[in-house]
């Protein structure tokens, strides 16, 4: 098992299937990845529909966790996880085929990197109003180039991220982000800062890429 892909998910029926759809056609064969679908308590039908999707999927797996908060979410699926790298990636992104592939070449071609993040471009439903793409970055937006690069100070974006489990347990995880439905800690950012304080290298690939839906309603 090369890597497991863990995805939080709540209340997202309408687009998660999609994305589920992405892991289906990577580069890499099944065997060598797993997905790990953890419901973080929804109240709409994702349960029902994920469960049906993934049933032809031997390496697909759904898990319910109650706890709310993506951190939760999280650390549940990493919990689970059966390969030495993590990578985290949103429920609302469609993923290019060589995701998992271009993410693990990183690695194999830095072995001294702790994190690697991917491209995230914004999908729009619709054209959106023009005051909103200088603000792109908010929506998970993540361009460093058309390189390849190394640094001890990239942001990750918790839409496709992927980490060391050795270093994820080392760092204890992402930040809380949660206390009932008050947003109260940094989350994806806390667990980023937490790299650059311990000062490990972490990579950016533009070939690994996500398509974040936004919805322009």
């Known amino acids: 098992m090369l890597a497991s892909i863990i995805i939080p998910t709540y209340n997202h029926a309408s687009v998660i299937l999609s994305s589920l759809e992405s892991w289906t056609h990577q580069t890499i064969?099944?065997?060598?990845?797993?997905?790990?679908?953890?419901?973080?308590?929804?109240?709409?039908?994702?349960?029902?529909?994920?469960?049906?999707?993934?049933?032809?999927?031997?390496?697909?797996?759904?898990?319910?966790?109650?706890?709310?908060?993506?951190?939760?979410?999280?650390?549940?699926?990493?919990?689970?996880?059966?390969?030495?790298?993590?990578?985290?990636?949103?429920?609302?992104?469609?993923?290019?085929?060589?995701?998992?592939?271009?993410i693990l070449k990183v690695y194999r071609l830095y072995p001294q990197v702790s994190a690697v993040a991917g491209k995230i471009d914004i999908h729009w439903d619709e054209i959106p109003p023009e005051w909103i793409i200088p603000y792109e970055f908010m929506l998970g937006k993540l361009d460093y180039g058309d390189q390849i690069i190394i640094g001890k100070d990239l942001y990750l974006n918790g839409g496709l991220f992927s980490i060391r489990k050795q270093v994820f347990e080392q760092l204890r995880g992402f930040n809380p982000d949660l206390i009932g439905s008050n947003l109260i800690g940094d989350g994806d950012t806390g667990l980023v800062i937490k790299l650059h304080k311990a000062e490990m290298l972490i990579g950016w690939t533009p070939f690994a890429i996500m398509d974040h839906l936004q919805f322009v309603n």
Do not use: W
């Open 29 to 102: 064969n099944s065997c060598d990845f797993e997905v790990i679908i953890v419901d973080n308590n929804s109240t709409d039908e994702t349960a029902a529909l994920v469960q049906a999707f993934i049933k032809p999927y031997s390496n697909f797996h759904y898990v319910l966790e109650t706890k709310a908060g993506a951190t939760h979410a999280r650390h549940r699926g990493a919990a689970m996880a059966k390969a030495d790298i993590l990578m985290f990636c949103d429920d609302d992104g469609l993923f290019n085929p060589s995701c998992i592939e271009e």
